[in-house]
T-cell receptor, first 112, second 113 residues
Framework: NAGVTQTPKFQVLKTGQSMTLQCAQD?????MYWYRQDPGMGLRLIYY???????DKGEVPNGYNVSRLNKREFSLRLESAAPSQTSVYFC???????????FGPGTRLTVL | QKEVEQDPGPLSVPEGAIVSLNCTYS??????FMWYRQYSRKGPELLMY????GNKEDGRFTAQVDKSSKYISLFIRDSQPSDSATYLC?????????????FGPGTRLSVLP
């Protein structure tokens, strides 16, 4: 039982490049989330998916897109990376009833 | 006013001390309250989950919620160097769009041997 897994662990991009961050969970959770974490800002919600087939914007969605591929997988895409997107990205999942979220190990992204 | 406020610290205590970590919030709709521990360069790890007002104990950890004051606390008894981490409070409620989680910015704790 791996919980929430994320790939890659680290990535360096140049401004304007695109990439997809992958996330998978094996806990049969309905809800999945993408956050970014910046020093002094805490965790900010980018997008979430309450259930398979649905996605909704969070607090900071600009510059990102998501895909809920199936119940297990939720990907985050940066179409044209900008230095302001340098951050640590966390994926999380939870049951429909909000007993708390389970987080992946994170992806450290640097955009030059 | 931010939706969730938390003293960022850093907070340094000697081993064996009782630690009190606190958050205040402004949205009275929050019903579910959580504490996470985050070690450096790791993902947040769910420590405690409570629903509505009251206390919940789990080993050396006690979570306390006072909805009337919009104030939650996490107490750590007999603190250990391994408790050194950043502690995040989080709150949740259902709104028109589904489930809404909001996190505090975190308090950095160092427990000195």
């Amino acid at each position: 039982n791996a919980g929430v897994t994320q790939t890659p662990k680290f990535q360096v991009l140049k401004t304007g490049q695109s990439m997809t961050l992958q996330c998978a969970q094996d806990m049969n959770h309905n809800s999945m989330y993408w956050y970014r974490q910046d020093p002094g800002m805490g965790l900010r919600l980018i997008y979430y998916s309450a259930s398979e087939g649905t996605t909704d914007k969070g607090e900071v969605p600009n510059g990102y897109n998501v895909s809920r591929l199936n119940k297990r997988e939720f990907s985050l895409r940066l179409e044209s990376a900008a230095p302001s997107q340098t951050s640590v990205y966390f994926c999380a999942s939870s049951e429909t009833h909000p007993r708390g979220q389970f987080f992946g190990p994170g992806t450290r992204l640097t955009v030059l | 006013q931010k939706e969730v406020e938390q003293d960022p610290g850093p907070l340094s205590v000697p081993e064996g001390a009782i630690v009190s970590l606190n958050c205040t919030y402004s949205n009275s709709a929050f019903q579910y309250f959580m504490w996470y521990r985050q070690y450096s360069r790791k993902g947040p790890e769910l420590l405690m989950y409570t629903y509505s007002s009251g206390n919940k104990e789990d080993g050396r950890f006690t979570a306390q919620v006072d909805k009337s004051s919009k104030y939650i606390s996490l107490f750590i008894r007999d603190s250990q160097p391994s408790d050194s981490a950043t502690y995040l409070c989080a709150m949740s409620a259902y709104d028109n769009y589904g489930q809404n989680f909001v996190f505090g910015p975190g308090t950095r704790l160092s427990v000195l041997p």
